[in-house]
């Protein structure tokens, strides 16, 4: 059974920083592209925004331009860990935040948001 936990939202104000972790069990964590997804409630018609995706090994990342020089993806594999630094937050970045394992192409910035392994998200909240 897969699992995937996501984790470090939290409230901040304009202009601070968060660290989100994504950890995944079940499945071969390495064999598989990751991507970072938000949804802003009361929006879910628009459905989850592809923010960032990652290739298998780390090697290539691609980034939405809303976030393009804010926010950063890693990954450890031997943790079977995601991760995503958000700095210099804003207003609009408030939403939930979800990662999704094979959700994503980082070549192109393709984005799968209703396929893949999902987790229940961890919300982020910037207040102004």
């Known amino acids: 059974q897969v699992q995937v936990v996501e984790s470090g939202g939290g409230s901040v104000q304009a202009g601070g920083s968060l660290r989100l972790s994504c950890t995944v069990s079940?499945?071969?964590?390495?064999?598989?592209?990751m991507g970072w997804f938000r949804q802003v409630p009361g929006k879910e018609r628009e459905g989850r925004e592809g923010?960032?995706?990652?290739?298998?090994?780390?090697?290539?990342?691609y980034y939405t331009d809303s976030v393009k020089g804010r926010f950063t993806i890693s990954r450890d594999n031997a943790k079977r860990t995601l991760y995503l630094q958000m700095n210099n937050l804003k207003p609009e970045d408030t939403a939930m935040y979800y990662c999704?394992?094979?959700?994503?192409?980082?070549?192109?910035?393709?984005?799968?948001?209703?396929?893949?392994?999902w987790g229940r998200g961890t919300q982020v909240t910037v207040s102004s």
């Open positions: 999704g394992v094979g959700a994503c192409n980082p070549w192109g910035g393709t984005w799968f948001a209703d396929s893949g392994h």
């Open positions: 923010l960032s995706c990652i290739n298998e090994n780390g090697a290539k990342s």
């Open positions: 079940g499945l071969t964590f390495a064999d598989y592209h």
